[in-house]
């Protein structure tokens, strides 16, 4: 597993692999790693956090794991669960065999009868993993509480397995979209990202490092045209990933030139509701002038 | 070209007084209305420790990261820490240019400092368009409430709300009982439902040899919605003003998770403040500032601010307004659009709409009700009951009461 000793390190390790970005990304997950403190990344949908574990993930040359929350996850979901049906049928089973109902019930309160959740599979990783906990806006306060009190001791008590603690705590890193905000213990246990759209510069550059082949001219296009389309009063504004699909999708269909009739025909790589089509077919002209 | 900042930092550190100058630093945050706790400032000293302190950039950054909770806060503190650091002579924090932003008059009668800081916050973006307006219109801010509202001679603000406390309370507990009217996702056991609760099941059935004697159940807890109330409180709702925030006191009475908020030109959170304060005296404050009603403007600063009050899985919002607004009807659109998004129903109700003439052209009202799912008068307290009934019955559907 390597280490990460410096800011500069970081920074190397992002542009090892392919990830675009900048000082302030750099400079965060060295302090995360360091301070030991869980690293929250907030920002517009569509601009590279989930990204930022994979590549801290890869970077380490460790495990990446993944909770992805949603409204209702609770405790079974995210930690760990027994496997009912499995411990049933055994206690069916021995009590054909005539065995001891002591005996059965040590017997299936055992590792083979508990089904591993992401956060209790970071806990007991031999390395330290990444632990990705993507989306935590969308679960509920209820959740974080919960999730609150994981990440302070890194420990977890089965009730019937004794108490696990980690052997090396997990990177973990947060995402959210902003849909909900935070409570305030979960910000202030965290160190707090903010990513922005990117300028076009560098949104130039990661179209340039992800979509290799692409014409510089129509990449320049395409920058510039999403960068006004993000300008204006849209339902959903397009991301960074909806910048990339669109190149790659130019690239599939062999076009060197953004223009009226191409525009239309992709548009829906960058803008995905009905109203915003609609809108972006009106403005099409202007927007093609400011390109 | 000798980076000042270098100077600065070495010298401090060299004094041992690098930790007391990032501690004031973060006071000065805090008192500029940042959210910053004592944790952070800790997380901040013990992250200094791990980079090299010298390098602005770096500095800048990792302090940033370890204080900040919000992107909001991001331009004050860029501000804020380019006066408190990169200042040659002394580091010190009463510069000119790190005064606080001038408040309205309405903060300094309260004592609490959280108070100061939301209005400051949203105070800062008007108030030069109130500069302005103040001039032309020094003379007329001066009449008193009670005075503008004999002038309004409106036939229907006839009622003397003082007698209907009662009436209003009922209304109050009809109202939080309609709001909790939603099943959230999150399962948890109970004695009967739709799923088994394998958990509970496997238990008992290991008490009794295996075979599930007992079914426990497991059913989605109900989830009370939220109440985010809005009320104009500018001249020219004054003669409403009295029964609308007994409106409002008494649904927050009686209900959980409400705020309320008051605008004119400005936007002030009044939620916590019922209990130590008479409402009359909020009012009286608030319509000292003059100019017209920017509801636009104001909503925005709600959005700017306050938008985790809107949850649109949970979230009611409610508008009492009469709609006339002295800002652009397409800012108020688009403000609505995504207060709309952020909840589940957005109620507007309108004192106006119970004159018998009235059509809401107005720019700002004709602009807003596309986009509002119940429009109605809400000026006496039947108008208020049906309302409260609405509720009840389906609060997806669109309709005028």
Redesign the interface.
């Given at each position: 597993m390597n280490t990460i000793d410096s800011?500069e390190q970081a920074s190397a390790a992002l542009a090892a692999r392919g990830y675009v970005g900048d000082?302030?990304i750099a400079?965060?997950l060295?302090?995360s790693m360091?301070?030991r403190?869980p690293l929250l990344v907030?920002g517009h949908a569509g601009v590279g956090k989930t990204e930022i574990a994979k590549v801290l993930a890869a970077a380490l040359d460790t495990e990446l794991i993944r909770l992805q929350c949603y409204?209702?996850l609770?405790a079974?979901s995210a930690l760990y669960e027994?496997n009912?049906a499995k411990?049933?049928l055994r206690?069916?089973l021995?009590?054909q065999s005539k065995r001891d109902?002591k005996e059965?019930?040590a017997h299936?309160f055992d590792e083979a009868y508990l089904l591993e959740r992401p956060l209790l599979k970071a806990l007991r990783h031999p390395q330290a993993p990444v632990l990705l906990i993507d989306e935590i806006d969308r679960a509920?306060e209820?959740f974080e509480a919960f999730l609150l009190e994981t990440l302070a001791e890194y420990q977890v008590t089965i009730p019937e397995l004794g108490t696990i603690t980690a052997h090396q705590p997990p990177f973990v890193v947060l995402t959210s979209n902003r849909?909900?905000?935070l409570g305030?213990a979960l910000?202030?246990?965290c160190?707090?990202?903010?990513i922005?759209y990117p300028s076009m510069h560098k949104e130039l550059a990661i179209i340039e490092q992800r979509v290799p082949g692409i014409e510089r001219n129509l990449a320049e296009q395409l920058v510039r045209f999403v960068a006004s389309l993000r300008e204006c009063?849209l339902d959903k504004r397009p991301g960074v990933a909806e910048t990339l699909d669109w190149a790659s999708a130019l690239v599939e269909l062999h076009v060197d030139h953004l223009d009226a009739a191409v525009a239309t025909a992709s548009l829906g790589c960058i803008v995905k509701t009905r109203r915003d089509v609609n809108w972006v077919r009106a403005e099409l002209e202007n927007l093609l002038r400011a390109t | 070209m000798k980076d000042p900042h270098a100077r600065v930092v070495s010298q401090a550190r060299a004094q041992g007084s690098l930790v007391n100058s990032v501690v004031e630093f973060c006071s000065l945050l805090k008192s500029h209305g940042l959210q910053i706790?004592r944790?952070?400032t800790d997380?901040a000293l013990?992250?200094l420790a791990?980079?090299d302190i010298v390098s602005f950039?770096?500095f800048r950054?990792?302090l940033?990261?370890?204080l900040?909770?919000r992107?909001e806060d991001?331009p004050a503190y860029n501000d804020l820490f380019d006066s408190y650091w990169r200042n040659d002579s002394d580091s010190s924090p009463h510069d000119t240019q790190t005064e606080p932003p001038q408040k309205p008059e309405f903060s300094t009668k309260n004592n609490g400092e959280s108070n100061d800081t939301e209005l400051s916050v949203s105070a800062e973006t008007l108030s030069t368009d109130n500069e302005q307006e103040n001039d032309s219109e020094a003379n007329s801010s001066n009449q008193s409430p009670h005075a503008i509202r004999a002038l309004a001679r409106d036939p229907l603000a006839e009622n003397d709300p003082s007698n209907n406390t009662a009436a209003l309370d009922r209304i109050g507990r009809s109202f939080a009982r309609a709001l909790a009217r939603r099943r959230?996702?999150?399962?948890q056991s109970h004695r009967s439902g739709k799923r088994i609760d394998?958990?509970k099941?496997?238990r008992s059935?290991?008490r009794h040899?295996?075979i599930?004697l007992e079914l426990p159940w497991r059913r989605q807890q109900i989830r009370r919605s939220r109440l985010v109330i809005f009320c104009d409180v500018s001249r020219s709702m004054d003669s409403y003003a009295e029964l609308l925030l007994q409106f409002a006191a008494a649904v927050l009475r009686h209900a959980w998770r409400v705020e309320v908020f008051l605008f004119a030109n400005d936007l002030v959170r009044v939620s916590d403040r019922w209990h130590d304060e008479n409402w009359t005296s909020l009012t009286e404050n608030f319509t000292g500032l003059g100019g017209g009603t920017q509801i636009g403007a104001s909503l925005q600063s709600f959005v700017d601010n306050y938008?985790?009050c809107l949850?649109?899985?949970q979230c009611v919002a409610i508008v009492l307004s009469d709609g006339l607004d002295a800002g652009e009807p397409a800012s108020l659109k688009?403000t609505l659009r995504r207060i709309k998004a952020g909840s589940r129903q957005l109620i507007w109700l309108n004192p106006l709409l119970a004159t018998p003439a009235y059509e809401p052209i107005a720019r700002g009202m004709a602009a807003a009700l596309p986009l509002v799912d119940v429009f109605a008068s809400g000026h006496n307290l039947e108008s208020l009951q049906r309302i409260a009934s609405v509720l009840h019955e389906a609060p997806s559907r669109i309709h005028d009461v």
């Open positions: 800011i000082e302030e400079t965060a060295f302090l360091r301070l403190r907030e409204e209702g609770d079974s027994w009912y411990q049933i206690i069916r021995d009590e109902a059965t019930e299936i509920d209820e849909v909900r905000e305030e910000r202030r246990r160190l707090y990202l903010w922005d009063d | 706790s944790s952070n997380i013990a992250g791990e980079i950039a770096h950054m990792s940033r990261i370890c900040l909770q992107p991001i959230s996702r999150r399962h394998s958990r099941l496997m059935a290991v040899g295996g599930p938008h985790y949850n649109s899985r688009a």
